[in-house]
Protein backbone atom coordinates (compact mmCIF):
# COMPACT_ATOMS: atom_id res chain seq x y z
CA UNK A 1 0.00 0.00 0.00
CA UNK A 2 1.40 3.24 -0.78
CA UNK A 3 0.95 6.43 1.00
CA UNK A 4 -1.40 7.80 -0.67
CA UNK A 5 -3.58 4.92 -0.47
CA UNK A 6 -3.04 5.26 3.72
CA UNK A 7 -3.72 9.10 3.65
CA UNK A 8 -6.54 8.90 1.42
CA UNK A 9 -8.02 5.98 3.72
CA UNK A 10 -7.28 8.12 6.69
CA UNK A 11 -8.50 11.16 5.58
CA UNK A 12 -11.97 9.29 4.11
CA UNK A 13 -12.43 7.87 8.07
CA UNK A 14 -12.07 11.39 9.46
CA UNK A 15 -14.30 12.34 7.26
CA UNK A 16 -16.95 9.93 7.94
CA UNK A 17 -16.14 10.11 11.93
CA UNK A 18 -17.13 13.98 11.53
CA UNK A 19 -20.03 13.00 9.93
CA UNK A 20 -20.95 10.57 12.58
CA UNK A 21 -20.26 13.03 15.16
CA UNK A 22 -22.49 15.63 13.94
CA UNK A 23 -25.53 13.07 13.45
CA UNK A 24 -24.67 11.88 17.02
CA UNK A 25 -25.05 16.43 18.00
CA UNK A 26 -27.87 16.76 16.11
CA UNK A 27 -29.85 13.34 17.65
CA UNK A 28 -28.90 14.22 21.28
CA UNK A 29 -30.70 17.84 20.60
CA UNK A 30 -33.52 16.88 18.34
CA UNK A 31 -36.89 16.70 20.28
CA UNK A 32 -40.13 15.60 18.11
CA UNK A 33 -40.98 14.54 14.96
CA UNK A 34 -37.38 16.01 13.97
CA UNK A 35 -35.60 13.41 16.38
CA UNK A 36 -36.98 10.54 13.55
CA UNK A 37 -35.11 12.45 10.59
CA UNK A 38 -31.97 12.23 12.84
CA UNK A 39 -32.49 8.70 13.48
CA UNK A 40 -31.96 8.16 10.20
CA UNK A 41 -29.07 10.50 9.46
CA UNK A 42 -27.80 8.57 12.50
CA UNK A 43 -28.12 5.24 10.90
CA UNK A 44 -26.12 6.22 7.76
CA UNK A 45 -23.15 8.12 9.05
CA UNK A 46 -22.73 4.95 11.47
CA UNK A 47 -22.56 2.73 8.05
CA UNK A 48 -20.12 5.07 6.61
CA UNK A 49 -18.13 5.00 9.34
CA UNK A 50 -18.41 1.42 9.69
CA UNK A 51 -16.98 0.95 6.15
CA UNK A 52 -14.64 3.45 6.14
CA UNK A 53 -13.25 1.31 9.40
CA UNK A 54 -13.37 -1.57 7.20
CA UNK A 55 -11.46 -0.26 4.36
CA UNK A 56 -8.53 0.96 6.57
CA UNK A 57 -7.97 -2.84 7.00
CA UNK A 58 -8.81 -4.38 3.99
CA UNK A 59 -6.08 -3.22 1.98
CA UNK A 60 -7.84 -2.75 -1.11
CA UNK A 61 -7.64 0.60 -3.29
CA UNK A 62 -11.13 0.11 -5.02
CA UNK A 63 -12.94 -0.37 -1.49
CA UNK A 64 -10.91 2.57 0.00
CA UNK A 65 -11.91 4.92 -3.81
CA UNK A 66 -15.84 3.66 -3.08
CA UNK A 67 -16.05 4.98 0.74
CA UNK A 68 -14.24 7.90 -0.67
CA UNK A 69 -16.36 8.89 -3.44
CA UNK A 70 -19.76 7.98 -1.15
CA UNK A 71 -17.70 10.67 1.44
CA UNK A 72 -17.19 13.21 -1.50
CA UNK A 73 -20.63 13.04 -2.13
CA UNK A 74 -21.98 13.22 1.43
CA UNK A 75 -19.80 16.20 2.52
CA UNK A 76 -21.10 17.98 -1.59
CA UNK A 77 -24.52 17.43 0.01
CA UNK A 78 -23.56 18.98 3.03
CA UNK A 79 -22.07 21.90 1.49
CA UNK A 80 -24.89 22.43 -0.38
CA UNK A 81 -27.44 22.58 2.38
CA UNK A 82 -25.14 24.75 4.39
CA UNK A 83 -25.35 27.44 1.45
CA UNK A 84 -28.86 26.67 1.29
CA UNK A 85 -28.89 27.51 4.81
CA UNK A 86 -26.99 30.62 5.00
CA UNK A 87 -24.81 28.51 7.68
CA UNK A 88 -20.78 29.39 6.59
CA UNK A 89 -19.69 26.64 8.84
CA UNK A 90 -21.84 24.06 7.19
CA UNK A 91 -20.85 25.30 3.69
CA UNK A 92 -17.56 25.61 4.37
CA UNK A 93 -16.30 23.07 6.33
CA UNK A 94 -18.01 19.99 4.47
CA UNK A 95 -16.48 22.03 0.81
CA UNK A 96 -12.98 21.96 2.08
CA UNK A 97 -13.14 18.58 3.10
CA UNK A 98 -15.15 17.18 -0.33
CA UNK A 99 -12.23 19.16 -1.70
CA UNK A 100 -9.74 17.73 0.13
CA UNK A 101 -11.23 14.06 -0.10
CA UNK A 102 -11.45 14.46 -3.61
CA UNK A 103 -7.72 15.34 -4.29
CA UNK A 104 -6.50 12.68 -1.90
CA UNK A 105 -8.86 10.01 -3.99
CA UNK A 106 -7.29 11.20 -7.14
CA UNK A 107 -3.74 11.16 -5.85
CA UNK A 108 -4.14 7.67 -4.95
CA UNK A 109 -5.76 6.52 -7.79
CA UNK A 110 -2.67 8.12 -9.96
CA UNK A 111 -0.18 6.48 -8.07
Do not use: H
Request: charged share 10%.
Amino acid sequence: MTIAFWICAAVTTVSAAVSFGYSVAGLRSARGPEQVGMMYAFARSLALLVVAIIALFAGSTAFVAAVAIAMVVVQAADAIIGVRTRDTLKTVGPAVTAVANLGVLIWMLAA
